[in-house]
């Protein structure tokens, strides 16, 4: 059975800092995970990626504020959030895309930064 569960959404003020936390079990071992957001009336986005190897990719609105972690022992992957913006506020998903092409999204956390 697959399962993944976000977390650690919240409301913030600008500049405060939030971690989010998605919990997969099931999945299997070689898989890419990601963090994607989606503001209301805009598309989803790329936040930052992390590949079975350790690779890290962020995307320009993430770099150098966000870092993404995982710890393979709790089958869990975090994004630690600092230096929050106002446009920052959106629904966080977990992606988990896996070696044999399938995709799969949680249901979101949300995140709101207040001015």
């Known amino acids: 059975v697959q399962a993944q569960v976000e977390s650690g959404g919240g409301s913030v003020q600008a500049g405060g800092s939030l971690r989010l936390s998605c919990a997969a079990f099931?999945?299997?071992?070689?898989?890419?995970l990601s963090w994607y957001r989606q503001a209301p009336g805009k598309e989803r986005e790329f936040v930052s990626g992390?590949?079975?190897?350790?690779?890290?990719r962020y995307a320009d609105i993430a770099k150098g504020r966000f870092t993404i972690s995982q710890d393979n022992a709790k089958n869990t992957l975090y994004l630690r959030m600092t230096s929050l913006k106002t446009e920052d506020t959106a629904m966080y998903y977990c992606r988990i895309w896996t070696c044999g092409g399938f995709t799969y999204w949680g249901q979101g956390t949300q995140v709101t930064v207040s001015a």
């Open positions: 099931g999945y299997p071992q070689c898989k890419t």
């Open positions: 992390i590949d079975g190897d350790g690779t890290t």
